[in-house]
């Protein structure tokens, strides 16, 4: 299965990494480098992570550390569209541009 990072992801995974590096440079690029891989391992199962039904009907998300993993998966391919802090409030806003669809509420 291909993974995708968007750009906003990628980004993230900088912003991480700078945040870090603040006080621990070495475990920036280290604690980077096990986002990517968590990012790689739910190619092998993309469909056993939780839905988030609430922010969209095609977005799930896991967990690695105090990070959220929020993506989208076909069968051919799993998008990572955000990395965002747990203690974040996350809404559809944090989500707007990118491939995945707000849930409908009416």
Request: aromatic fraction near 6%; hydrophobic fraction near 40%.
């Amino acid at each position: 299965m291909q993974l995708l990072i968007t750009p906003l992801a990628a980004f993230d995974l900088e912003e991480i990494a700078d945040y870090i590096a603040q006080d621990n440079p070495a475990r920036a690029g280290s604690f980077v480098a096990e986002l990517r891989a968590h990012c790689e391992k739910i190619c092998l199962n993309p469909a056993g992570y939780r839905r988030r039904s609430e922010l969209s009907d095609d977005l799930r998300s896991c967990a690695h550390g105090n990070y959220v993993i929020f993506f989208a998966s076909t069968t051919e391919q799993v998008t990572i569209i955000r990395i965002l802090h747990g203690a974040r409030d996350v809404s559809v806003k944090d989500l707007d541009g990118l491939s995945v669809k707000p849930r409908n509420l009416e």
